[in-house]
C-alpha cells in the first residue's frame, strides 16, 4: 500500500520561509516522478515543482521559480519543498503526489495523493 505523508506546514509571515517534507512508502521511491500541488481555497490546484526520480531534473511554476527549490533524498524516501519568501499568495494546501510518469504529476493526475498539509501566509 502507498503512502505519502506531508509534514512541514504552519502559520508564518510574509517573507518567512518554510520547509515541507514527504515521506513514501510503499513503492520503489527512486522510480517515481514526485510532485508538489497546491490549492488554495476556491481556487483550481497547482503544479508548484516536479522532481524526477533522479533529482536531476526539476519543473517549477513561474510563480514559485526562484523562491521555492524541491529536491529529494531517495535513500531516506523523501521529497522536500523548500519554500522562501514567502507570500500571502502562496497560501494554500499543500499536496505531494507520485507517478511513474512525469506527465501525469504535471497534468495532475499522478497515481498517488499525499493528504495534505495547510501553509498560511500572513501579511
Known amino acids: 500500500q502507498v503512502q505519502l505523508v506531508e509534514s512541514g506546514g504552519g502559520l508564518v509571515q510574509a517573507g518567512d520561509s518554510l520547509r515541507l517534507s514527504c515521506a513514501a512508502s510503499?513503492?520503489?521511491?527512486?522510480?517515481?516522478?514526485m510532485g508538489w500541488i497546491r490549492q488554495a481555497s476556491g481556487k483550481d490546484r497547482e503544479l508548484v515543482a516536479r522532481?524526477?526520480?533522479?533529482?536531476?531534473?526539476?519543473f517549477y511554476a513561474d510563480s514559485v521559480k526562484g523562491r521555492f527549490t524541491a529536491s529529494r533524498d531517495n535513500a531516506k524516501s523523501t521529497v522536500y519543498l523548500q519554500m522562501n519568501s514567502l507570500k500571502p499568495e502562496d497560501t494554500a494546501v499543500y499536496f505531494c503526489?507520485?507517478?511513474?510518469?512525469?506527465?501525469?504529476?504535471?497534468?495532475?493526475?499522478?497515481?498517488?495523493w499525499g493528504q495534505g498539509t495547510q501553509v498560511t501566509v500572513s501579511s
Open positions: 503526489a507520485a507517478s511513474l510518469s512525469p506527465t501525469l504529476v504535471h497534468s495532475l493526475k499522478p497515481n498517488y
Open positions: 510503499g513503492l520503489t521511491f527512486s522510480s517515481y516522478t
Open positions: 522532481v524526477s526520480g533522479s533529482g536531476s531534473i526539476t
